[in-house]
T-cell receptor
């Protein structure tokens, strides 16, 4: 039990669909993150939230839209994705931005 | 521009022997280094970390060594066990806390 859960674990969507990924942390942390992991590439940081405010946006296309309604929940809203967006999307949390991050199991996304 | 590099995509080691995983970095501002372990279909799990004020940190079978002058980090696992078979990611951060990850090394521990 990592304390960070993600749903769904697997998602297949068409390029015109709208879907959302959900992350929840049960660790009392104040910072949350979205990462993308493509095959054979390092994890790429997408977004960072600290105390529900976005503090980092790593030039991510606007078809990815994060939402952090409170310090325990983080969403990634997906709209008109491309096949190259197929990847493992990982959520992480930490007590503070500069502290050790703990990851969820990820959502395996396939865009057709 | 990849600032953290793991040049060995895979490593095979016999059970009971030592596994040595290497990681090189280019950013001299990095001051905190971590190793994560990842099993298939799971997220990365934090394993061990070291700050730049130290050159060694040990936790059970896992030891991380930091050579700042060479900008090199290594993870030693001894003795290696079958459950250690996984992908290991090296990560580093500068003061602002944004982690940069390496591409990972697949470790296979054979009987």
């Amino acid at each position: 039990e990592t304390g960070v859960t993600q749903t769904p674990r697997h998602l297949v969507m068409g390029m015109t669909n709208k879907k959302s990924l959900k992350c929840e942390q049960h660790l009392g942390h104040n910072a949350m993150y979205w990462y993308k992991q493509s095959a054979k590439k390092p994890l790429e940081l997408m977004f960072v939230y600290s105390l529900e405010e976005r503090v980092e946006n790593n030039s991510v296309p606007s078809r990815f839209s994060p939402e952090c309604p409170n310090s325990s929940h983080l969403f990634l809203h997906l709209h008109t994705l491309q096949p190259e967006d197929s990847a493992l999307y990982l959520c992480a949390s930490s007590r503070a931005v500069q502290e050790t991050q703990y990851f969820g199991p990820g959502t395996r996304l396939l865009v057709l | 521009d990849q600032q953290v590099k793991q040049n060995s995509p895979s490593l095979s080691v016999q059970e009971g022997r030592i596994s040595i995983l290497n990681c090189d970095y280019t950013n001299s501002m990095f001051d905190y280094f971590l190793w994560y372990k990842k099993y298939p279909a799971e997220g990365p799990t934090f394993l061990i970390s070291i700050s730049s004020i130290k050159d060694k940190n040990e936790d059970g079978r896992f030891t991380v060594f930091l050579n700042k002058s060479a900008k090199h980090l290594s993870l030693h696992i001894v003795p290696s066990q079958p459950g250690d078979s996984a992908v290991y990611f090296c990560a580093a951060s500068a003061n602002e806390g944004k982690l940069q990850f390496g591409a990972g090394t697949q470790v296979v521990v054979t009987p």
